[in-house]
């Protein structure tokens, strides 16, 4: 039986409000000081439960992918056609970006390499199994090309997704994330939809 102690719900308070903390306001300009601030607390506290910034930060972020994970899968079990639950991806993908400063990955990606591993294990690991489900699903109702490789389709979809959140290529200070998954995912969809696929499609479109 779990139980969640006294020590454990403080801990887990703390990871909850600074991740809404960095998500808000990046991780380069947040000190432990505006953390233990925010929350009421002293840094003596702080540092009872974490070692220091980058302690928090990794600790933060593993609870970011759970909530990301669980958030995308939810969405896509909405859906049994398999467009459908493609767009409800999007739209979820489209929610955390859009709750996330636009500086926050490349930060993360420079200042905190061990937690941008954890970014990208999500990628690799669970959005991949995501989109190898989509696939296989798509090709049984007949709305994607059954000759398609499904291991390198999905592969290729996190490649374009690790393109979007390419602060050099797509800088989310001057592009919308939900315009650009849109506009790549419609592109995918239409190198791999049959014809039965291309008409619910553009069904889908007009009906937005």
Not at 87 to 99: P, T
């Amino acid at each position: 039986m779990y139980i969640c102690t006294p020590i454990m719900e403080v801990k887990e308070h703390i990871i909850q409000q600074s991740l809404s903390l960095f998500l808000k306001k990046g991780v380069k300009q947040v000190n432990m000081d505006e953390v233990a601030t925010s929350l009421g607390i002293s840094k003596k506290t702080l540092y009872v439960h974490f070692d220091n910034k980058q302690d928090l930060v990794h600790h933060c972020f593993q609870k970011h992918n759970d909530l990301v994970s669980e958030m995308i899968n939810t969405s896509a079990a909405q859906f049994e056609n398999a467009i459908d639950e493609l767009f409800a991806i999007d739209e979820s993908c489209s929610l955390v970006m859009k709750q996330t400063n636009p500086y926050l990955l490349g930060e993360l990606k420079r200042y905190y390499p061990n937690t941008w591993a954890l970014i990208e294990l999500l990628k690799q690991k669970v959005l991949f199994n995501i989109m190898k489900n989509n696939l296989n699903k798509g090709v049984e109702q007949g709305i994607y090309r059954k000759e398609i490789d499904v291991d390198i389709i999905a592969k290729l979809m996190i490649s374009r997704i690790d393109a979007l959140v390419n602060d050099e290529i797509f800088p989310l200070t001057h592009y919308d994330f939900r315009k650009l998954l849109t506009e790549i995912r419609i592109y995918h969809l239409r190198g791999i939809a049959t014809l039965k696929g291309i008409n619910y499609l553009e069904q889908k479109i007009n009906e937005e």
